[in-house]
């Protein structure tokens, strides 16, 4: 290999363990921006986040996707889709974050993956290999068990699971940029928030400003938090193998995992452990059955590239690859 592309490659790592490590850090802010309420908070993400990004769009020069979108009336619904979906995931994850839920919010990220592919088969048709099928049962079975072990379904987690992946599923059928689809996204957000702030500040519920120049700055800063990690992912996406983003993926949930437990002390009794290992079962399932598909078909592709191969395969029809599956990673807004 290259110099050069392993030194591409670094970069695309480090960027990717900075875009996931920050997302799986992300819990350790939302708890500063009390008193306000995980509405205000929200609020405050979308406005602050559409300002961000527009100065980045502004330093990049990268505005030529707006007029195309703004010509698509069907992509710019599917935008709006894709928004009302990503207010949802937001909102309960800060909220949850923020009342104790953790370790619920992080299987939500963790059973995301598996909620895709079971999307996938329902309404995309999609036909799946007996590993993963296999891996879905297991995951089935985690949330009954979580079932009987909170005493409810686990409705955070899977709130947050469909919630994503319904959002990554119209992002496919969009087909734009993450730092372009946050940009969109957030500017249909942007008169609803402003709205419900302005009339929280009417009604005097408002925190921005009563409690102070760090309360105001650290809200201001949900911008950043929400930007900042998709600029990493954007540089990692473009430098990494999709395989390595899919394997990255997980480190968010994980860190967002432990910080439930040693952190912010949540309980984890026998039963709720079990729930949790049974995901990671089905998880390790769905990794080893796409890297071992990644595998056949890396060998494949080079077989049919040799010069002799292709010499015996003149004017044989190419073979179907079917392309490595480890729950491709939105390039869209995390939580």
């Known amino acids: 290999m290259p110099v050069e592309s392993k030194g591409e490659q670094r970069i695309g790592l480090l960027n990717g363990f900075a875009a996931y490590g920050m997302w799986g850090l992300v819990p350790l802010f939302w708890p500063l921006l009390e008193p306000a309420g995980a509405v205000e908070i929200l609020a405050h993400r979308m406005v602050w986040s559409l300002g961000f990004v527009v100065i980045a769009l502004l330093v990049m020069r990268r505005w030529a996707w707006a007029g195309e979108l703004a010509r698509q009336p069907r992509r710019l619904a599917l935008i709006t889709v894709a928004a009302a979906f990503i207010t949802v995931n937001w909102g309960v994850y800060i909220w949850a ?90 500017a249909i957000q942007f008169l609803p928030a402003l709205g419900f702030l302005l009339w929280l500040s009417g009604q005097g519920d408002a925190t921005f400003g009563s409690e102070g120049a760090g309360h105001a700055a650290l809200l201001a800063a949900t911008g950043v938090v929400t930007a900042a990690p998709l600029v990493c992912f954007g540089a990692a996406a473009i ?75 003149a004017g044989a029809p190419e073979p179907e690859l079917s392309e490595p599956e480890l729950s491709e990673p939105t390039a869209g807004p995390r939580p």
């Open 97 to 186: 974050v923020n009342t104790g839920h953790v370790v619920e919010a992080s299987l939500g990220y963790f059973i995301n993956p598996l909620v895709t592919i079971a999307m996938g088969v329902l309404l995309l048709k999609e036909r799946l290999r007996p590993t993963q099928w296999a891996a879905v049962g297991v995951g089935f079975a985690a949330v009954l068990v979580l079932t009987i072990g909170y005493g409810r379904p686990p409705w955070i987690s899977l709130c947050l699971a469909f919630s994503f992946a319904t959002y990554g599923l119209v992002k496919k059928k969009v087909n734009i940029g993450g730092l372009e689809s946050l940009a969109a996204e957030t």
């Open 239 to 313: 430098r990494v193998p999709l395989s390595t983003l899919g394997l990255l993926q997980y480190l968010a949930p994980v860190l967002q995992f432990l910080l439930g437990i040693l952190y912010f002390h949540e309980a984890m009794p026998a039963e709720r452990w079990a729930g949790f290992v049974l995901v990671w079962g089905a998880l390790s399932l769905l990794t080893w059955d796409a890297l071992r598909t990644s595998r056949r078909t890396r060998a494949a592709l080079r077989t049919s590239t040799t010069p002799r191969a292709a010499e015996a395969g």
